[in-house]
Nanobody
Framework: VQLQASGGGLVQAGGSLRLSCAAS????????MAWFRQAPGKEREFVGA????????YCADSAKGRFTISRDSAENTVYLQMNSLKPEDTAVYYC?????????????????WGQGTLVTVSS
């Protein structure tokens, strides 16, 4: 499994970004895909997840109402649409995958990781 995250950049507070995670290497039916983020000096934290087979999604409280996760099975790509961005959303965002049809919020529950993409939100 290979994961390639992209779409990060610099945006002003209140703006939007869409991150992409291109997945390859196998069929992802039976997988859960997730987004995590890590700000400088902080632990990696769960942002949200999507169950590949039924597209059920789950978001951390910090993301609810602002972030949306989706996937395109034809493109084998997972998206993180981020709206109403705040300076505290500044972090490196990672996509991850686990071989299960259920999500967990701990990074240790995911065996596959992309390289990360930096999101910087200016005030």
């Amino acid at each position: 499994v290979q994961l390639q995250a992209s779409g990060g950049g610099l945006v002003q507070a209140g703006g939007s970004l869409r991150l992409s995670c291109a997945a390859s290497g196998r069929s992802f039916s039976g997988f859960t895909m997730a987004w995590f983020r890590q700000a400088p000096g902080k632990e990696r934290e769960f942002v949200g997840a999507i169950i590949w087979s039924d597209t059920s999604t789950y978001c951390a409280d910090s993301a609810k109402g602002r972030f949306t996760i989706s996937r395109d099975s034809a493109e084998n790509t997972v998206y993180l649409q981020m709206n109403s961005l705040k300076p505290e959303d500044t972090a490196v965002y990672y996509c991850a995958a686990r071989r299960s049809s259920w999500y967990v919020t701990s990074p240790s529950g995911y065996g596959f990781w992309g390289q990360g993409t930096l999101v910087t939100v200016s005030s």
